[in-house]
């Protein structure tokens, strides 16, 4: 378990999303805690008011998260992409069309779904973080 470092795409991830005019718009409640699972590595996004208050790689397996996004390291790769192909364009397309599973409190993550979604829009900017 390492907490991410001021370099890379993870660090990259952070600031776009700390700096994110429309994060901060809507991301006065946006505070949860969510895990990408990106196949090689994953990643542990702790949100609190619109700001990633921690960011870890890899977590220990008994990290808690209110829900996880699984998804291939190619269905990432895919989703990640500037214009990404169609069925990888979001994450209800890539759930219903290709491997992407959403796990945990659906409810948070339908909570947070704005913010959440912008957020994820921002690694067709950084790429897969992992």
């Not at 390492?2 to 700096?19: H, I, K, M, N, Q």
């Not at 429309?22 to 805690?33: D, I, L, M, P």
């Given at each position: ?41 994953s ?15 890899d ?6 998260y ?16 500037p ?32 913010c959440?979604?912008r ?5 067709r ?6």
């Amino acid at each position: 378990m390492t907490t991410a470092t001021e370099s890379g795409p993870v660090a990259e991830f952070r600031r776009l999303s700390d700096g994110d005019p429309e994060v901060q718009a809507h991301g006065a409640y946006f505070s949860c805690t969510y895990l990408l699972d990106m196949e090689r590595h994953s990643f542990l996004v702790r949100m609190h008011r619109g700001r990633v208050e921690e960011l870890v790689t890899d977590p220990e397996p008994l990290t808690a998260y209110d829900f996880a996004i699984r998804a291939s390291a190619g269905t990432w790769g895919e989703f990640c992409k500037p214009v990404p192909k169609p069925m990888y364009h979001g994450i209800w397309a890539a759930t219903f069309q290709r491997d992407m599973r959403l796990e945990g409190d659906l409810l948070v993550l339908m909570q947070n779904l704005r913010c959440l979604t912008r957020q994820l829009e921002l690694l067709r900017v950084t790429g897969p973080l992992g």
